[in-house]
């Protein structure tokens, strides 16, 4: 760990959320440049622990905070040192998240992202932010979340990630391996192509748009699981609906909307999914999973609390 180094001033966040440097210090103007050159990895990081933007900028401006007391000519690795103090910051957001989610109104899903097209184009992170394999990740306790990401994702060395959540690598392994084990048997048998989902939501948008139930029928999985969240604001299925003659009447049923409904395309956490408009206004961000060309999972979030971000892109790094 470095010196510490506090000049008297406190940090101040622009705008865009990209940290401000005060004028006439060039240590600060130095530590702005590092901080602002791996913001969105380190989003990307905090993100993918979280599932929550709004948590993961919390750990950001956290991170930060604690950046600007580092004398930058102690550390070696700024990249590695940034990543580890942004994983404590999550793992402590994580365990307090975790305790959150027990009261949440209904079930709790990830905060979808409106991400830019090269996320797509990197097939391991958009599966890795994918709404279906966070919901996976939720399943895993706050250490192996955090290990499996910083491995499986970013391809962290086993001796950094032991730094970063204060065990030994020997442990981190262990934690790993069984993380890896967990997720394997829960996440989506193979990685579906932006083609695939791409023509299941489509044929998916046309039976929404016309009513037709045998349509919906015919692409949603017998087993189909549908999940909504409205965080106690919306109203929204307060249980996971199971199977295609229970979820079909209810993607018909948005056909009552009549024209103050528009249902558009759009990349959401790096795949295809849907953006529901009532009267123009965003009511509703639909994410699905895609097994074998059938939607498995059907993901509706219309929290207006988590919405934000589906207004303007988000760029994601590994």
């Known amino acids: 760990m470095g010196r510490s180094r506090s000049n008297g001033q406190e940090p101040t966040m622009s705008e865009g959320g990209e940290p401000a440097a005060p004028r006439g210090s060039g240590g600060m103007d130095a530590a702005t440049r590092v901080f602002a050159a791996h913001r969105n990895l380190l989003f990307t990081v905090a993100y993918e622990m979280l599932g929550s933007a709004a948590d993961a900028e919390d750990a950001l401006q956290e991170t930060w905070l604690r950046w600007i007391g580092v004398d930058l000519d102690t550390v070696r690795d700024q990249r590695a040192y940034l990543v580890r103090i942004t994983t404590r910051q999550a793992l402590n957001r994580l365990r307090t998240l975790s305790r959150r989610k027990e009261s949440y109104f209904g079930p709790w899903l990830p905060e979808p992202l409106l991400t830019t097209p090269d996320v797509a184009e990197d097939v391991e992170l958009a ?19 955090v290990v499996f990401v910083l491995r499986d994702v970013f391809d962290v060395a086993y001796e950094e990630i032991a730094q970063a959540v204060g065990k030994s690598q020997a442990t981190v392994r262990q ?141 994601l790094r590994r």
């Open 127 to 145: 599966d890795s932010v994918s709404m279906a394999v966070l919901l996976v990740l939720e399943t895993l306790t706050p250490i192996e979340r």
């Open 175 to 315: 934690i790993a391996h069984r993380a890896r084990s967990h997720v394997a048997a829960r996440r989506p048998l193979d990685v579906v192509s932006a083609t695939e989902t791409r023509s299941a939501l489509e044929a998916f948008q046309h039976a929404v748009a016309t009513g037709d139930l045998q349509s919906l029928l015919d692409i949603l999985a017998p087993d189909v699981v549908f999940l909504g969240d409205g965080g106690g604001i919306r109203q929204a299925a307060p249980a996971p609906i199971v199977g295609a003659d229970q979820v079909a009447p209810i993607a018909a049923s948005l056909r009552r909307y009549g024209a103050a409904m528009s249902l558009h395309p759009a990349q959401v956490n790096g795949c295809p999914a849907l953006i529901l408009r009532l009267d123009g206004e965003i009511d509703t961000v639909i994410a699905v999973r895609v097994e074998r060309g059938l939607i498995t999972g059907l993901y509706a979030v219309r929290n207006p609390e988590k919405l934000s971000r589906v207004e303007q892109e988000t760029s």
